[in-house]
């Protein structure tokens, strides 16, 4: 097990270098057609490079920001449990949280089969089929996550008996 929560961590950190670059490149893309836009001479895909960029940048920063457990948590009322129900409380959390992001993995693949050919960017005809393997790449990495963390939490449970 210790191996494959290595490799899910290796795997996240190295999509979120990948998002990182990508992130760079809409960022200079962007301030590279504004400043072009001042002198009449607008990158016309910008838009385009900007729509699927971001899905890289987005399905690897959720992973990467589950492994940190920096995703916004609200501790308020769970700061005042016992560490047993914090615990509990953080299972239960992740359970749900599980179902939710599997619910929209299904509809990623479900959305990949439907259209599976046929669809690219307006302007640069970049199609959106590897984006979109990207995309459930990143959420199932993501879902994985919080499996570890159900399988981590239940174990720290069941020792504190």
């Not at 990949?112 to 979109?132: D, M, V």
């Not at 393997?133 to 570890?148: E, K, N, T």
Request: proline residues 2%; aromatic residues 14%; positive net charge.
């Amino acid at each position: 097990m210790k191996l494959f929560e290595k490799s899910v961590r290796l795997f996240s950190h190295v999509g979120a270098a990948l998002g990182g670059f990508f992130l760079i490149t809409i960022m200079l893309a962007i301030v590279l057609d504004i400043c072009l836009r001042l002198l009449r001479i607008p990158i016309i895909s910008s838009y385009d490079l900007t729509q699927v960029f971001i899905v890289v940048t987005v399905a690897f920063a959720l992973p990467y920001t589950a492994i940190r457990k920096a995703h916004v948590v609200v501790e308020i009322l769970v700061s005042r449990f016992s560490n047993k129900a914090q615990g509990l409380s953080s299972a239960i959390t992740s359970f749900f949280t599980l179902i939710f992001w599997s619910l929209i993995i299904k509809a990623s693949i479900d959305m990949i089969q439907k259209k599976w050919t046929g669809e690219f960017s307006f302007n640069l005809n970049i199609p959106y089929l590897p984006f979109r393997f990207i995309w459930v790449i990143g959420l199932c990495l993501f879902a994985i996550i919080y499996m570890i963390e159900i399988i981590d939490t239940t174990a720290k449970l069941r020792k504190d008996k």
